[in-house]
Protein backbone atom coordinates (compact mmCIF):
# COMPACT_ATOMS: atom_id res chain seq x y z
CA UNK A 1 0.00 0.00 0.00
CA UNK A 2 1.03 3.85 -0.47
CA UNK A 3 3.12 5.36 2.39
CA UNK A 4 0.67 7.88 2.80
CA UNK A 5 -1.83 5.06 3.58
CA UNK A 6 -4.38 6.36 6.75
CA UNK A 7 -2.75 9.85 6.66
CA UNK A 8 -5.09 11.82 5.80
CA UNK A 9 -4.72 16.13 4.87
CA UNK A 10 -6.12 18.86 3.29
CA UNK A 11 -9.44 19.21 2.73
CA UNK A 12 -10.16 15.84 3.13
CA UNK A 13 -8.93 15.18 6.22
CA UNK A 14 -11.60 18.51 7.27
CA UNK A 15 -14.46 16.91 5.95
CA UNK A 16 -13.70 13.70 7.70
CA UNK A 17 -13.44 15.33 11.24
CA UNK A 18 -16.75 17.45 10.08
CA UNK A 19 -18.46 13.78 9.62
CA UNK A 20 -17.35 12.76 13.19
CA UNK A 21 -18.44 15.41 15.11
CA UNK A 22 -21.72 15.32 13.32
CA UNK A 23 -22.21 11.85 13.73
CA UNK A 24 -21.44 12.11 17.62
CA UNK A 25 -24.21 14.76 18.15
CA UNK A 26 -26.31 12.72 15.91
CA UNK A 27 -25.92 10.05 18.38
CA UNK A 28 -26.47 12.60 21.40
CA UNK A 29 -22.86 11.48 22.86
CA UNK A 30 -22.44 13.11 26.14
CA UNK A 31 -19.19 13.89 28.89
CA UNK A 32 -18.35 10.95 30.22
CA UNK A 33 -19.73 8.03 28.20
CA UNK A 34 -17.54 5.36 27.45
CA UNK A 35 -16.68 5.13 23.62
CA UNK A 36 -14.89 1.87 21.28
CA UNK A 37 -13.54 2.69 18.19
CA UNK A 38 -13.21 -0.57 16.97
CA UNK A 39 -10.99 -0.63 14.08
CA UNK A 40 -9.29 3.18 15.66
CA UNK A 41 -6.57 3.20 12.72
CA UNK A 42 -4.09 6.19 13.76
CA UNK A 43 -7.10 7.57 16.28
CA UNK A 44 -8.69 10.52 14.38
CA UNK A 45 -12.14 9.71 15.44
CA UNK A 46 -10.60 9.22 19.05
CA UNK A 47 -9.12 12.58 19.06
CA UNK A 48 -12.70 14.38 17.82
CA UNK A 49 -14.47 11.82 20.70
CA UNK A 50 -12.24 13.47 23.07
CA UNK A 51 -13.26 17.04 22.16
CA UNK A 52 -17.05 16.02 23.73
CA UNK A 53 -15.59 14.67 27.10
CA UNK A 54 -15.72 10.71 26.18
CA UNK A 55 -13.81 8.42 27.73
CA UNK A 56 -12.73 6.35 24.35
CA UNK A 57 -9.99 3.40 23.67
CA UNK A 58 -9.31 2.03 20.15
CA UNK A 59 -8.47 -1.29 19.14
CA UNK A 60 -6.99 -2.24 15.72
CA UNK A 61 -5.97 -5.22 14.25
CA UNK A 62 -2.78 -3.56 12.43
CA UNK A 63 -0.01 -2.96 14.71
CA UNK A 64 1.07 -0.63 12.12
CA UNK A 65 -2.02 1.75 13.38
CA UNK A 66 -1.69 0.75 16.67
CA UNK A 67 1.91 2.21 16.67
CA UNK A 68 0.35 5.70 15.08
CA UNK A 69 -2.48 6.10 17.81
CA UNK A 70 -0.01 5.36 20.61
CA UNK A 71 2.40 7.79 19.58
CA UNK A 72 -0.02 10.33 19.84
CA UNK A 73 -0.80 9.75 23.01
CA UNK A 74 -4.46 7.43 22.69
CA UNK A 75 -5.34 4.65 24.99
CA UNK A 76 -5.16 1.90 22.10
CA UNK A 77 -5.07 -2.23 21.95
CA UNK A 78 -3.57 -4.52 19.81
CA UNK A 79 -6.00 -7.30 19.05
CA UNK A 80 -9.74 -7.79 18.11
CA UNK A 81 -12.89 -8.77 19.71
CA UNK A 82 -12.10 -12.09 19.41
CA UNK A 83 -8.79 -11.74 21.33
CA UNK A 84 -9.49 -8.78 23.70
CA UNK A 85 -12.04 -9.44 26.57
CA UNK A 86 -14.25 -6.55 27.05
CA UNK A 87 -16.61 -6.18 29.94
CA UNK A 88 -20.06 -6.68 29.73
CA UNK A 89 -21.81 -3.36 29.07
CA UNK A 90 -18.95 -1.61 29.05
CA UNK A 91 -19.41 1.20 26.33
CA UNK A 92 -22.03 3.37 25.34
CA UNK A 93 -21.09 4.23 21.82
CA UNK A 94 -19.12 2.06 19.60
CA UNK A 95 -17.81 2.74 16.30
CA UNK A 96 -16.89 0.55 13.42
CA UNK A 97 -15.41 3.17 10.93
CA UNK A 98 -14.85 1.24 7.34
CA UNK A 99 -14.65 -1.92 8.82
CA UNK A 100 -16.60 -3.93 8.54
CA UNK A 101 -16.34 -4.39 4.40
CA UNK A 102 -12.73 -6.50 5.59
CA UNK A 103 -14.44 -8.70 7.93
CA UNK A 104 -15.48 -12.48 6.86
CA UNK A 105 -17.86 -12.77 9.62
CA UNK A 106 -19.40 -9.43 9.99
CA UNK A 107 -22.12 -10.85 12.37
CA UNK A 108 -20.40 -13.18 14.31
CA UNK A 109 -18.16 -10.12 14.74
CA UNK A 110 -21.35 -7.51 16.13
CA UNK A 111 -22.49 -10.26 17.88
CA UNK A 112 -19.68 -10.53 20.09
CA UNK A 113 -18.93 -6.58 20.14
CA UNK A 114 -23.04 -5.79 21.13
CA UNK A 115 -22.64 -7.85 24.69
CA UNK A 116 -19.53 -5.28 25.62
CA UNK A 117 -22.61 -2.45 24.34
CA UNK A 118 -24.98 -0.85 26.81
CA UNK A 119 -28.75 -1.52 26.84
CA UNK A 120 -30.15 0.91 24.33
CA UNK A 121 -26.19 2.00 24.01
CA UNK A 122 -25.59 2.98 20.26
CA UNK A 123 -23.44 1.07 17.20
CA UNK A 124 -22.05 2.77 14.30
CA UNK A 125 -21.27 0.91 10.92
CA UNK A 126 -20.15 2.46 8.47
CA UNK A 127 -19.04 0.86 4.76
CA UNK A 128 -18.54 1.42 1.72
CA UNK A 129 -21.12 0.96 -1.13
CA UNK A 130 -20.69 -1.32 -4.17
CA UNK A 131 -18.75 1.17 -6.71
CA UNK A 132 -15.99 1.17 -8.82
CA UNK A 133 -13.05 2.27 -6.12
CA UNK A 134 -14.23 -0.75 -4.31
CA UNK A 135 -11.87 -3.15 -5.13
CA UNK A 136 -8.88 -0.43 -5.59
CA UNK A 137 -8.21 -1.63 -1.86
CA UNK A 138 -7.00 -5.59 -1.98
CA UNK A 139 -8.33 -6.18 1.86
CA UNK A 140 -12.04 -5.58 0.84
CA UNK A 141 -13.62 -8.45 0.98
CA UNK A 142 -17.73 -6.87 0.14
CA UNK A 143 -19.25 -3.78 -0.19
CA UNK A 144 -22.41 -2.98 1.69
CA UNK A 145 -25.95 -0.64 1.12
CA UNK A 146 -28.67 0.39 3.47
CA UNK A 147 -30.33 -2.56 2.68
CA UNK A 148 -27.77 -4.35 3.61
CA UNK A 149 -27.62 -2.88 7.38
CA UNK A 150 -31.29 -3.10 7.36
CA UNK A 151 -30.93 -6.89 7.20
CA UNK A 152 -27.73 -6.61 9.96
CA UNK A 153 -30.34 -4.70 11.94
CA UNK A 154 -32.89 -7.84 11.83
CA UNK A 155 -30.42 -11.16 12.40
CA UNK A 156 -28.79 -8.90 15.50
CA UNK A 157 -32.60 -7.78 16.74
CA UNK A 158 -30.95 -4.32 16.56
CA UNK A 159 -33.38 -0.80 16.17
CA UNK A 160 -31.79 1.21 13.03
CA UNK A 161 -32.23 4.72 14.41
CA UNK A 162 -30.66 6.40 11.92
CA UNK A 163 -29.40 5.54 8.26
CA UNK A 164 -27.93 7.46 5.41
CA UNK A 165 -25.00 8.00 2.73
CA UNK A 166 -22.07 10.12 3.97
CA UNK A 167 -22.17 12.69 1.43
CA UNK A 168 -26.06 13.42 1.96
CA UNK A 169 -25.53 13.45 5.85
CA UNK A 170 -22.70 16.16 5.55
CA UNK A 171 -25.16 17.92 3.22
CA UNK A 172 -28.39 17.52 5.75
CA UNK A 173 -29.87 15.79 3.54
CA UNK A 174 -31.16 11.54 3.78
CA UNK A 175 -31.42 9.53 1.09
CA UNK A 176 -32.92 6.05 1.93
CA UNK A 177 -32.81 4.34 -1.55
CA UNK A 178 -29.67 2.16 -2.47
CA UNK A 179 -30.11 3.95 -6.37
CA UNK A 180 -28.21 6.80 -4.61
CA UNK A 181 -24.71 5.41 -4.18
CA UNK A 182 -24.14 4.76 -8.30
CA UNK A 183 -24.59 8.57 -8.27
CA UNK A 184 -22.53 9.09 -4.95
CA UNK A 185 -19.74 7.38 -6.15
CA UNK A 186 -19.28 9.67 -9.30
CA UNK A 187 -18.38 12.09 -6.54
CA UNK A 188 -14.78 13.21 -6.58
CA UNK A 189 -14.87 12.20 -2.49
CA UNK A 190 -14.56 8.79 -2.00
CA UNK A 191 -16.17 9.19 1.74
CA UNK A 192 -19.42 10.36 -0.16
CA UNK A 193 -19.72 6.95 -1.63
CA UNK A 194 -19.90 5.55 2.10
CA UNK A 195 -23.17 4.78 3.43
CA UNK A 196 -23.79 4.25 7.58
CA UNK A 197 -26.28 3.28 10.28
CA UNK A 198 -26.38 4.01 13.93
CA UNK A 199 -28.23 0.95 15.30
CA UNK A 200 -29.37 0.65 19.09
CA UNK A 201 -29.30 -2.20 21.46
CA UNK A 202 -32.63 -3.06 22.66
Known amino acids: MKDDYLNYS ?28 YGCGPGDFILISEEFGLNSMGVDSQIRSVNMAKARGMNVEHGDALTLNFDENQFDIIILQSVIEHVTDPVNLLSVLMKSLK ?3 KLIVSAPTPGPHFWDDPTHIRPYTIESFETLANILNLDILYKN ?14 IFYKFLNLMPFSLGSNVFAIFKKK
Open 10 to 37: GLFDKIRKFYFRKLLKQCKAKTGMNILD
Open 119 to 121: KNG
Open 165 to 178: YTFSFLLGIRLKSS
